[in-house]
């Protein structure tokens, strides 16, 4: 079994930073990608951040260069430094991994999901 957990969010004034940081464990064989979502209210989840295994990245174009995923493998962990913070960003924040785990049998991939933190924008 395999369990993302979150870590970091909170409030914060325009301009501000905050970083966000998700630790994988359990039976874990592998994690391919990593990366961080968010979903404002009424609105859909949408990715905000990736990286792959080999530390490839990508971002939405709304918060490129203001944001910064990394990650940390032989701690599982992946990281989100969010810096010149805008209203606009008030979301839940959700970190999603690609991992494989190893059953007797054979090797199994899907994606896990954390259980999110709110990240609010405010004077």
């Known amino acids: 079994q395999v369990h993302l957990v979150e870590s970091g969010g909170g409030l914060v004034q325009p301009g501000g930073s905050l970083r966000l940081s998700c630790a994988a464990s359990g039976s874990i064989f592998s994690i391919y990608e990593m990366g961080w979502y968010r979903q404002a209210p009424g609105k859909q989840r949408r990715l905000v951040a990736s990286?792959?295994?080999?530390?490839?990245?990508h971002y939405a174009d709304s918060v490129e260069g203001r944001f910064t995923i990394s990650r940390d493998n032989a701690k599982n962990t992946v990281y989100l430094q969010m810096n010149s913070l805008k209203p606009d960003d008030t979301a839940v924040y959700y970190c999603?991994?690609?991992?494989?785990?190893?059953?007797?049998?054979?090797?199994?991939?899907?994606?896990?999901w954390g259980q999110g933190s709110q990240v609010t924008v405010s004077s």
């Open positions: 999603q991994a690609t991992i494989t785990t190893r059953t007797t049998l054979s090797l199994m991939e899907r994606d896990y």
């Open positions: 990286i792959t295994d080999g530390s490839g990245t």
